[in-house]
């Protein structure tokens, strides 16, 4: 089994697309995941990589990251987070 990277502050990151895979796995196991996460390592994966894209850690992307009619969007105050951290505001 590989390892995931512990980066300080930051926590688990993985490292590869096996990793990434991996924990994805372990987290669609867990009982305190969104539904739309639950049993489904492919929405985790998609959400995890789709946060990167928006500078969000993979459990900032779980949390907030929704599914709405099979496409992922961002929610909630993530969406202020981002327009605020940008330096166009």
């Known amino acids: ?20 895979m991996e924990f994805a796995g372990f987290l669609s196991k867990s009982t305190i995941v969104p539904k739309d996460f639950a049993n489904n390592p492919g929405n ?9 894209e928006l500078g969000l850690q993979p459990m900032q992307a779980m949390q907030n990251i929704a599914v709405i009619n099979g496409r992922p ?9 981002l327009v605020r951290s940008s330096s166009l505001c």
Do not use: H, R
């Not at 089994?1 to 990434?20: D, Q, R």
């Not at 969007?73 to 987070?81: K, M, Q």
């Open 73 to 81: 969007a961002l929610w909630g105050d993530a969406v202020i987070a």
């Open 1 to 20: 089994m590989s390892e995931l990277i512990v980066k300080p502050n930051l926590g688990l990151m993985p490292a590869s697309l096996t990793e990434a």
């Open 44 to 52: 985790i994966l998609v959400a995890i990589q789709w946060g990167m």
